[in-house]
């Protein structure tokens, strides 16, 4: 049995579904985000899922992508409060205070 793919189905079936998805944009106010068309959507809930700790591999899945390269160097952003923290780390273990 094969996973259902939009690749499967008849030209003028995907055309429709492309035409739906690109016109649509749905309001994710609740959770701070936003209006948001579904592909920018795809963005944030991969830097979302990636945020919250969710393993590469089940992010990968959830997008349904044949490559984690695709998930991670395309899809995933890292925060920058994320990025502050990593950064802090690193400068209090290469430059402790009070030696």
């Given at each position: 049995m094969t996973k259902p793919s939009p690749k499967n189905l008849p030209a003028s079936v995907r055309q429709k579904l492309a035409n739906r998805t690109r016109e649509r944009n749905v309001d994710f106010g609740l959770i701070g985000v936003g209006r948001l068309g579904w592909h920018a959507f795809r963005h944030t809930y991969s830097t979302l899922l990636n945020e919250h700790?969710?393993?590469?591999?089940?992010?990968?899945?959830?997008?349904?992508?044949?490559?984690?390269?695709?998930?991670?160097?395309?899809?995933?952003?890292?925060?920058?409060?994320?990025?502050r923290k990593a950064n802090s780390k690193l400068v209090r273990l290469l430059l402790p205070t009070g030696t």
């Amino acid at each position: 049995m094969t996973k259902p793919s939009p690749k499967n189905l008849p030209a003028s079936v995907r055309q429709k579904l492309a035409n739906r998805t690109r016109e649509r944009n749905v309001d994710f106010g609740l959770i701070g985000v936003g209006r948001l068309g579904w592909h920018a959507f795809r963005h944030t809930y991969s830097t979302l899922l990636n945020e919250h700790g969710t393993d590469v591999k089940v992010q990968q899945e959830l997008l349904r992508h044949a490559d984690i390269r695709t998930t991670m160097n395309i899809y995933t952003r890292a925060v920058p409060e994320r990025l502050r923290k990593a950064n802090s780390k690193l400068v209090r273990l290469l430059l402790p205070t009070g030696t």
